[in-house]
Nanobody, 115 residues
Framework: QVQLLESGGGSVEAGGVLTLPCTAS????????MGWYRQTPRQERELVAQ???????YYSDSAKDRFTISGDMTKNSVSLQMRGLNVEDTGIYYC?????????WGQGTQVTVTT
């Protein structure tokens, strides 16, 4: 069974930096993409950033110029560096992985930005 292990969440002051690593274990088969989603009390889960096989990336409008996604799909890992955090970034962040067979989710890690 594929499992995604997330870490790096926590509380940070506005303007601060957090990095969220994620590593997959289990029978992963030819990853298409890995990414990070965010869910808040006011909004459904939304895609924040995604890394594709071949190293192309996608960022939501709110993540552009502040967040950087990187990873090594040969090691089933992805990391999201978040800079210039603001209170609107508060939420539960979920790591995702899509391979040729299925899509998988992590359990989520809480990020809280304080003023």
């Amino acid at each position: 069974q594929v499992q995604l292990l997330e870490s790096g969440g926590g509380s940070v002051e506005a303007g601060g930096v957090l990095t969220l690593p994620c590593t997959a274990s289990g029978p992963v088969f030819s990853i298409n993409n890995m990414g990070w989603y965010r869910q808040t009390p006011r909004q459904e889960r939304e895609l924040v950033a995604q890394l594709f096989r071949g190293d192309s990336t996608y960022y939501s409008d709110s993540a552009k110029d502040r967040f950087t996604i990187s990873g090594d799909m040969t090691k089933n890992s992805v990391s999201l560096q978040m800079r210039g955090l603001n209170v609107e970034d508060t939420g539960i962040y979920y790591c995702s992985l899509q391979d040729r067979r299925d899509s998988y989710w992590g359990q989520g890690t809480q990020v809280t930005v304080t003023t």
